[in-house]
């Protein structure tokens, strides 16, 4: 069986949900959507290595939900605002009322908020469709190329190869590249020039920070996801309450 709904009232409805996407900036990036433009599901996260120590590592990857922030610990193993990936670890995290869309020009449709104490080397890639189903996905490129460093980047989706206008992304997966020994040189590969550690992974450190630490990630060109039904109904409900009341004071 379908059900009709009315066009008047679908539109009261669009209303509604527009009201709640008021356009924010967020360390210095306008957002037209607002916070509606930030990931907010964790699909799936496989920390990697290179914790140590006797504090519990920074792996709570609901931290990296939501809009972008993040300040520096007060004390050892805060994890304020942030998930750190780990040597190797990944990261999957989707948008579940919004989509990722391509802009149609060269500014930046997407942030990724990252950081870490050593320019965190890692990769990622934007995904249409589920995992569940099988997600078609396209990989993101830097000013270096695919290997990505330095801390929160913006990228242009429009520039991606398979990427056309129209196609809708839910998903974005990171990568972080394991820092690993050169023996020949001495130093650490995907780092900054540091010298070889001596504990059994050759890493200069452990802690409960390792790999690249994200702290969010928005889309700034974005579109709302459809409203299903069922909660359509409950906006419609809300949207006609509010009309009668108004009714009802001015009459």
């Known amino acids: 069986m379908t059900h009709a709904v009315p066009a008047a009232l679908l539109g009261a409805a669009l209303v509604l949900a527009a009201e709640g996407a008021a356009a924010s900036t967020v360390y210095g990036i ?8 930030f990931a907010d599901r964790v699909l799936r996260f496989s ?20 809009v972008a922030w993040a300040a520096p610990d007060r004390y050892l193993g805060e994890c304020s605002g942030y998930v750190s990936l780990g040597e190797g670890g990944e990261l999957v995290l989707g948008f579940v009322d919004n989509f990722l869309v391509p802009s149609g020009d060269d500014a930046p449709d997407l942030q990724i908020f990252a950081g870490g104490d050593h320019d965190e080397h890692f990769m990622a890639w934007i995904g249409a469709g589920t995992e ?9 490129t830097g000013p270096a190329g695919p290997v990505l460093f330095g801390g929160s980047l913006g990228f ?13 992304f839910s998903l974005v997966a990171i990568y972080d590249m394991p820092r690993y020994c050169n023996r020949e040189t ?3 590969v995907y780092s900054v020039g540091e ?4 504990d059994n992974q050759n890493l200069p450190y452990d802690g409960p920070w390792a790999g690249v630490d994200i702290y ?8 709302p996801a459809p409203v299903p039904l069922p909660a359509t109904g409950l906006m419609l409900a809300a949207a ?7 009714r009802r004071r001015n009459g």
């Open 186 to 188: 001495g130093r650490m």
């Open 216 to 223: 969010g990630l928005g889309a700034i060109s974005t579109v």
């Open 47 to 66: 920390p990697g290595f290179g914790f140590g120590g006797d504090v519990a590592p920074c792996n709570d990857a609901s931290l990296a939900l939501g």
């Open 156 to 168: 242009d989706i429009d520039s991606l190869a398979g990427v056309a206008p129209g196609m809708r």
């Open 195 to 198: 010298a070889c550690g001596t």
């Open 240 to 246: 006609l309450g509010g009309l009668a009341a108004l």
């Open 30 to 37: 306008d957002f037209p959507g607002g916070d509606m433009s």
């Open 132 to 140: 569940e189903s099988g997600a078609s996905w396209h990989q993101l």
